[in-house]
């Protein structure tokens, strides 16, 4: 089966930094894109940013200059680099992997990680 464990999550405060990371498991040939979304109280789970198997990204306008994604495809890890940090950065971050090839599943797939709360003080 294939998972996505992440890791990184904390109380910071404002101004601070916080590094992310998320590891995909279960026999995996290769991801196509992979990302982190978060979800504030009360509001929908929004995109934060993507990275493809190629290392092309993109940004959320609201994190763009501050957030860094990276990746490691010989790990299926992704990193997520928070930098100066706000209040209203505050949520859950999900990892999400799009179109894994394994040996577990036939075909590609799209996988969740279990969510990771970052609290953001002022």
């Known amino acids: 089966q294939v998972q996505l464990v992440e890791s990184g999550g904390g109380l910071v405060q404002a101004g601070g930094s916080l590094r992310l990371s998320c590891a995909a498991s279960?026999?995996?040939?290769?991801?196509?894109?992979m990302g982190w979304y978060r979800q504030a109280p009360g509001k929908q789970r929004e995109l934060v940013a993507t990275?493809?198997?190629?290392?092309?990204?993109n940004y959320a306008d609201s994190v763009a200059g501050r957030f860094t994604i990276s990746r490691d495809n010989a790990k299926n890890t992704v990193y997520l680099q928070m930098n100066r940090l706000k209040p209203e950065d505050r949520a859950v971050y999900y990892c999400?992997?799009?179109?894994?090839?394994?040996?577990?599943?036939?075909?590609?797939?799209?996988?969740w990680g279990q969510g990771t709360q970052v609290t953001v003080s002022s």
């Open positions: 999400n992997a799009n179109g894994v090839l394994s040996k577990v599943v036939p075909g590609r797939h799209d996988y």
């Open positions: 279960g026999s995996i040939f290769s991801i196509n894109t």
């Open positions: 990275i493809t198997s190629g290392g092309s990204t």
